[in-house]
C-alpha cells in the first residue's frame, strides 16, 4: 500500500463500501420483479445487478447484467416508483455497516478528518439511511444520485462535494467498491482506494488500478497513520 490518509479528506461512496445494503436492494427488486409476473432472482446475482441507481437495478433485474433503463417507458418508471416506494419502508430492514466501519468513521471524526458522502442512491434515501444506521453525525457533505445533473462516473458529484468540504483533488482520496467509483474518482483528479468487499460484479480490482485495495476497514485505520503530536 502506497497511499497515506493524512491530511486528507475522504470521499466514501455508501452501498457496496460503508453498507452492506444488498439484502435490501434485493427484496425490493423481487418485490417489483414478482408483482409483475417475472420469476424471483437470487441475492447473489442481485449483487451483481447494484450500481449506477434504482433505474438501472431494476433494468438488469428485468433483462440482464448487460440492460439499460429504457427511456420513455410509463410502464418502466411506473416500476421505479414501485421499487423506491417499497425500498424506503425496508431501507435497513437488513442493512449494515461493514465490520470496522464504525470505528474506522469515529477515529476520522476524532481527528477532524473532513468526510463526504458521494453515491448513486436518491438523496432522500441516502439521508434515511444514514440516520437509521446512525452514520449522518459523521459525514459534512452528502451528494446523492439526483442532488446534481449528473452522477457518477461523471466527475461533477466528487468536484461538488470538495467545493464544499473546502477540500482539493490533491487533498482528496475516495474509497469506493466499483468500477464506478474509480472512474468518477479518476475524471476527477483524486487517488481511489477499492474495499474488495463491495459490488463489483466480480471483476478484480486489481484491473482497475487504484491506489489501494483494503479487505477490512482496520486497514483504513492503519492507512491514517499516527496523530500529529
Partial sequence: MTISLANQAILFDLDGTLVDSA???WRATNHVLTLRGHAA???????DYVGNGARFLLARGFWGLDATPPVDDPDFES??????????????DHSHPYPGVMEALELLKQRDVPLG????KPESLTHLMLDQLELTPYFRVVVGGDTLP????HPLPMQHAMRLLETSEQ??????????????????GCRIILVSHGYNRGLPLENLQPDGIIHH?????????????
Avoid at 117 to 120: A, G, P
Avoid at 150 to 153: D, I, L, T, Y
Fill in 79 to 92: 416500476a421505479v416508483q414501485e421499487f423506491l416506494a417499497y425500498y424506503r419502508l425496508h431501507i435497513t
Fill in 117 to 120: 458522502i458521494v453515491t448513486n
Fill in 41 to 47: 432472482l437470487p441475492l447473489e446475482l442481485v449483487r
Fill in 23 to 25: 439484502p435490501d436492494l
Fill in 150 to 153: 449528473e452522477r457518477k462516473p
Fill in 171 to 188: 487533498q482528496t482520496v475516495m474509497i469506493g467498491d466499483s468500477e464506478t467509483d474509480s472512474m468518477a474518482a479518476r475524471n476527477a
Fill in 217 to 229: 476497514f482496520n486497514q483504513l485505520i492503519d492507512l491514517l497513520g499516527q496523530p500529529p503530536g
